[in-house]
């Protein structure tokens, strides 16, 4: 069942915001060099439209889903937010994308190119090799997937700069039955997006997704807000389809329920809204939910961070060999000083104590750091909820009292 609200309350759009170092995005694309501008195999960062104009990117039929995407984003996330862009030849398919070539992956090299500042990756297809359709969309998308995710887990143990993946349902047929579900894959750090700004039939003649416009929402608020948030007001996009059908017409809660990402409407509600943003991967894993994928990168990033400072570190003992209790708290502090000011307000706290800053570290002394030069480090964070589903039971009351 799709996250729904059965009572309406007061719309709370809010404005412009600050571009975050947490929606820092990478657009990897099909797309044709342009003469003295764009060219293909090459990074490029972007912080507007004007950055676009810049490198001759225009909105042609060559680079017409790239410039889209860009457009959407910046439409989204607002004028200021950064994005790198990597270009690669129409003939390669997205899993080409993810392949090693000499050891390393095309995708690699846009995310060495920005030093580890990315935190998602977007993929645009718009490739001359004509889909297989299988299962209701392109089989290339599993494949995608898979390699998407053992990329992520490689680059996060090698260069300790967590991401995630979104890659487009591309060629989906229409056919909600026959789509695959991603709930039994094992894809925690990669999703799967329906539905985009054009029709399958128009002009344009789109197979894609919207990245350009997830990407936007994700990148102008915090970790911890969905993009799905119906306060934040809706999208951007003045319409969205999936296939040649619009969206409030389509059955997306089908979608949704088989683990897609995608979009909706909402009654007594203008415009579009994300429907909620989900992982590939079963309900009950911790990382499902995009929300909680971004908080524990960005986690990890920051514990990573904190405990730099100890490694190679001489450590005082005891005289069996175990930590001295002072260094240990030392430890601790130090990881829960850099959550707490690292990340603040995306962990939840509780306001009734002002020591509790959502992030805890323990460091257990009694370990022998003498014998395995090796100290053990647990840490959590406590992130927030999210009101998906909302009860309510409204019925009159005579009394005065």
């Known amino acids: 069942m799709k996250p729904r609200i059965n009572i309406g309350f007061q719309n709370g759009v809010i404005g412009a915001v600050t571009p975050l170092d947490t929606g ?9 060099a342009v003469t003295d501008g764009f060219q293909l195999e090459t990074a490029y960062q972007l912080k507007s439209m004007r950055d676009v104009a810049d490198l001759k990117l225009t909105d042609t039929i060559d680079n017409h889903r790239l410039f889209k ?7 989204e996330a607002g004028q200021g937010s950064e994005v790198w862009v990597y270009g690669m030849p129409k003939t390669d398919k997205v899993s080409d994308w993810f392949t090693p070539d000499s050891g390393v992956t095309p995708a690699e090299n846009l995310l060495n190119a920005a030093q580890g500042k990315i935190r998602g990756l977007f993929t645009i ?5 004509a889909p297989t359709v299988s299962a209701g969309m392109d089989a290339d998308v599993l494949v995608a997937a898979g390699k998407a995710q053992t ?17 487009e349902g591309y060629a989906f047929d229409g056919d909600k039955v026959a789509l695959s579900g991603l709930l039994s894959q094992s894809y925690n750090s990669v999703g799967v997006l329906i539905g985009d700004t054009e029709t399958r039939t128009g002009t344009t003649a789109s197979k894609g997704a919207a990245v350009g416009v ?12 969905n993009p799905g948030k119906v306060r934040n007001g809706s999208l951007a996009a003045q319409q969205i389809y999936i296939v040649d059908t619009p969206a409030e017409n389509y059955d997306t809660e089908a979608l949704y329920d088989k683990g897609f990402i995608t979009f909706t409407t909402h009654q007594s509600r203008s415009g579009y809204y994300v429907m909620d943003a989900s992982m590939a991967c079963p309900v009950d894993d911790d990382y499902h939910y995009i929300t909680h994928r971004r908080t524990i990168n960005e986690a ?17 003992v005891n005289n069996d060999g175990s930590i001295q209790a002072v260094y240990a708290k030392t430890v601790e502090s130090a990881v829960v000083r850099k959550l707490a000011l690292a990340m603040g307000e995306d962990l939840s706290t509780n306001p009734e104590d002002p020591k509790d800053t959502g992030a805890k570290c323990f460091v257990d002394p009694a370990q022998n750091i003498i014998s395995t030069s090796r100290m053990e480090v647990v840490v959590s964070v406590r992130p927030f909820g999210t009101n998906r589903w909302i ?8 009394n005065n009292d």
């Open 24 to 32: 820092c995005f990478g657009f990897i694309s099909s797309a044709v």
């Open 69 to 75: 995407a860009l457009s959407e984003f910046f439409a």
């Open 125 to 129: 297809n718009d490739s001359s090799v």
């Open 151 to 167: 990329l992520v887990d490689a680059y996060t143990a090698a260069r300790y700069t967590p991401f995630f993946v979104i890659l």
């Open 214 to 225: 997830l990407a936007g929402r994700l990148a102008a608020y915090p970790v911890r807000v």
């Open 300 to 316: 990890f990033r920051n514990t990573y961070d904190a405990l730099l400072d100890f490694l190679m570190d001489e450590v005082p």
């Open 391 to 398: 009860d309510v039971l409204l019925g009159f009351d005579i």
